[in-house]
Nanobody, 121 residues
């Protein structure tokens, strides 16, 4: 069974930085897309950034130039470096993985449990 385990959330002051990590556990052959979504109170979940297995990236306009996504395919891990954080970045951040191939079966999409990022002075 594949699970996504996130870490790295917390409280940070405006202008500060945080780095989120998400590791996929299990006998994984490949994960086509890994990414991060976020959901603020009262708002819909939205894409923050994603990265394909070939390295193609996609960012929300609101985070371009401030956030950087990266992944280690050998470790099935995706990272999100968040710089110049703003109060409006406050949200629960969810790791997402799409088209996961394992030894026993394939998964169309999986989500992590979420990690809270709070940007406040």
């Amino acid at each position: 069974q594949v699970q996504l385990v996130e870490s790295g959330g917390g409280l940070v002051q405006p202008g500060g930085s945080l780095r989120l990590s998400c590791a996929a556990s299990g006998s994984i052959f490949s994960i086509v897309v890994m990414g991060w979504y976020r959901q603020a109170p009262g708002k819909q979940r939205e894409l923050v950034a994603s990265m394909s297995i070939t390295g193609d990236t996609n960012y929300a306009d609101s985070v371009k130039g401030r956030f950087t996504i990266s992944r280690d395919n050998a470790k099935n891990t995706v990272y999100l470096q968040m710089n110049s954080l703003k109060p409006e970045d406050t949200a629960v951040y969810y790791c997402n993985a799409v088209n996961i191939a394992t030894m026993n079966r394939g998964y169309l999409q999986l989500w992590g449990q979420g990690t809270l990022v709070t940007v406040s002075s």
